[in-house]
């Protein structure tokens, strides 16, 4: 069955570093997302890309779709402990059929 | 105002009881959803509503039934409860059905004994 697999699974930076997650797919994808979530907390949606190439940003994190549709990465330019949380992508495979990665638990150390 | 709300925010029950978990979402949204996040953090769409139409049906057992009195609503009820069902179960919304800019509840966190 098709799977999400994203890299690292855990991180640890110093304040200020810049960081990249990675979400990798065997499979072209209709459409990915990202969600961020807080220990112990819901889940916030983050952003949706949908086209090849396509690059979005929010705040201090951008993601990227590569062209093929079957890789997105996830950074965060100069980071803070508020972006200490679980990072999950989320893809779209077929009609209302959704995936999602395994999670990649990031600390940011003042 | 919370935007989407959950109750009750922990569950805990022993096996082979019924149990109910509601959702009620107050932004208007079309779709509504629930999510089931194991130990591990795994994430699995288990149901979603559209105009309380039924669109998304994953593969769960079928002792657990969505219910959707109104838009503004999805219920969870699991049948016969088993010790594999503990996990967190989120609920969300969302306008549009394809996962775009959702919003979640904060969870109910199931424990079965």
């Known amino acids: 069955s098709q799977e999400l697999e994203q890299s690292p699974q855990s991180l640890i930076v110093q304040e200020g570093k810049n960081l990249t997650i990675n979400c990798t797919s065997s499979?072209?994808?209709?459409?990915l997302y990202w969600y961020k979530q807080k220990y112990g907390e819901g889940l916030i949606f983050l952003m949706m890309l949908q086209k090849g190439g396509e690059e979005k940003s929010h705040e201090k994190i951008t993601a990227k779709l590569d062209e093929k549709k079957q890789q997105s990465s996830l950074h965060i330019t100069a980071s803070q402990p508020s972006h200490a949380g679980i990072y999950l992508c989320?893809?779209?495979?077929?009609?209302?059929?959704?995936?999602f990665g395994t999670g990649t638990r990031l600390k940011v150390l003042a | 105002d919370t935007a989407v709300s959950q109750t009750p925010k922990y569950l805990v029950t022993q096996m082979g009881n019924d149990k109910s978990i509601k959702c009620e979402q107050n932004?208007?949204?079309?779709?509504m959803y629930w999510y089931k996040q194991d130990s591990k953090k795994f994430l699995k769409i288990m149901f979603s509503y559209n105009n309380k139409e039924l669109i998304i049906n994953e593969t769960v057992p079928n002792r657990f039934s969505p219910k959707s009195p109104d838009k503004a609503h999805l219920n969870l009820h699991i049948n016969s409860l088993e010790l594999g069902d503990s996990a967190v179960y989120f609920c969300?919304?969302?306008?549009?059905?394809?996962?775009?800019?959702?919003?979640f509840g904060p969870g109910t966190r199931l424990t079965v004994t």
């Open positions: 932004l208007g949204h079309d779709t």
């Open positions: 969300a919304s969302s306008q549009d059905s394809n996962l775009y800019e959702q919003y």
């Open positions: 989320g893809a779209e495979v077929s009609t209302y059929k959704y995936i």
């Open positions: 499979k072209t994808l209709y459409g």
